[in-house]
């Protein structure tokens, strides 16, 4: 029997396994999985601590466990996936805190798939549900894979706080913003897409436009709001407190915000809801006013969604351009891993208007 083969005789399995893996890391470049079982800890375990995911709730015990595995085993991590033009990166790293609650980031996934299919590549997809914990363990596990770069993507256009493990990788935000142009992002023109919307009931006559906004919390509703407003000074109309509504974004609130506006003593002849959800609830109390639409009240809505062009009229609306923005956003990113892209961008990208019967 050889020395070594009697050193595990009298071990348990997990010791033997250890030693089986110092011996192999040994005589080549240790991996990963030879610092898990160093460490008795599981390879996502090792990923989380070494790439510094210090939002996943692992005991500082744990961690200097992993971290002296590493050491004592000599493994130095290589960031294989951020090597332009590496053999191994066939892959876009693409993660979103949603993707089934509403459809503007699976849109803006196609968008990304299509540009990434273009070159060869294909796209890894891990949604966060908005957890830190799982955000920081997503994080971990794409940036240890070969990848070209990642595109960090949330279903609400929004300034966020970087994740600090976006900086080791070529990365572009997606429908978000990070203080100072830190990363290059792709966000809609929600601002100029206000003015376009108030600009078109403008110029079909009219002169008392209400208001239905989203929650003012929101960055969209802040940004359409002030592109409405912007509108109004150009053709030197005043802003009217009174026609301006706060809605939830849900046809319930469209349809109160109509009735309102309606009863004013002064009402308006156009109405612009700031997203298509309100605009139908708008069309529901309009029809129970026995209003037409057109005719006697115009109608606009906002982000072009499936029903629009179902209404009675078909409603004219925003488009939002989430497709195009995940075009642009793989575009770009491409452009950083192969290093033709000497500092970040940010990209507002047109918000069309879509003409349909309602003005």
């Known amino acids: 029997m050889r020395q070594d083969e009697g050193s595990q005789a009298g071990a348990g399995p997990r010791e033997a396994r250890r030693q089986r893996a110092r ?20 390879q996502t375990t090792v990923s989380l601590v070494l790439n510094h995911a210090d939002g996943a709730r692992l005991s500082a015990e744990t961690r200097e466990r992993v971290v002296k ?22 892959s876009i790293g693409f993660i979103c805190d949603e993707i089934s609650t509403d ?26 549900r908005g957890d830190a914990d799982m955000e920081s363990a997503a994080l971990a596990q794409l940036t240890a894979q070969p990848l070209v770069g990642l595109i960090y993507a ?17 990365a572009v935000l997606l ?47 802040r940004h359409r709001l002030r592109g409405y407003r912007q509108a109004l000074a150009t053709a030197d109309l005043p802003f009217d407190p009174d026609l301006l509504r706060e809605g939830n974004w849900q046809p ?3 349809y109160e915000a ?54 009675h009229p078909p409603l004219t609306t925003v488009l939002l351009p989430h497709f195009e923005m995940g075009s642009i956003a793989a575009e770009i990113l491409l452009d950083a891993a192969s290093g033709s892209m ?6 507002k990208v047109e918000c069309p208007i879509v003409r349909r019967g309602s003005v």
Request: charged fraction near 20%.
């Open 69 to 90: 595995a590493a050491a004592r085993l000599g493994y130095q991590q290589v960031r294989r996936g951020f090597a332009p033009g590496s053999a191994a990166a066939a």
């Open 154 to 170: 949330t279903i609400n256009t929004r300034l966020i706080d970087a994740p600090a493990a976006l900086s080791v990788a070529p």
């Open 342 to 347: 000497s500092r970040p961008r940010q990209i």
């Open 175 to 221: 429908n978000c913003h990070a203080a100072n142009g830190a990363l290059s992002s792709v966000v809609p023109g929600e601002v100029a897409g206000g003015h376009a919307a108030t600009d078109v009931l403008i110029r079909a006559g009219h002169r008392r436009i209400g208001y239905v906004n989203g929650e003012a919390s929101m960055e969209a509703s």
């Open 252 to 254: 319930i609130s469209g």
């Open 23 to 42: 011996r192999a890391a040994s005589s080549r470049r240790p991996t990963m999985i030879d610092v898990a079982n160093e460490a008795r800890v599981s």
């Open 258 to 311: 109509a009735r309102e506006l309606m009863s004013l003593k002064s009402p308006p002849t156009a109405i612009f809801c700031a997203n298509d959800l309100m605009a139908v609830g708008c069309y529901e109390a309009l029809h129970e006013l026995g209003l037409r639409i057109p005719d006697d009240v115009a109608v606009m809505g906002y982000d072009d969604r499936e029903i629009a062009q179902h209404l």
């Open 103 to 128: 459809p503007w980031t699976a849109i803006g996934l196609d968008g990304v798939r299509e540009k990434a299919w273009e070159r060869g590549l294909t796209v890894m997809v891990m949604a966060t």
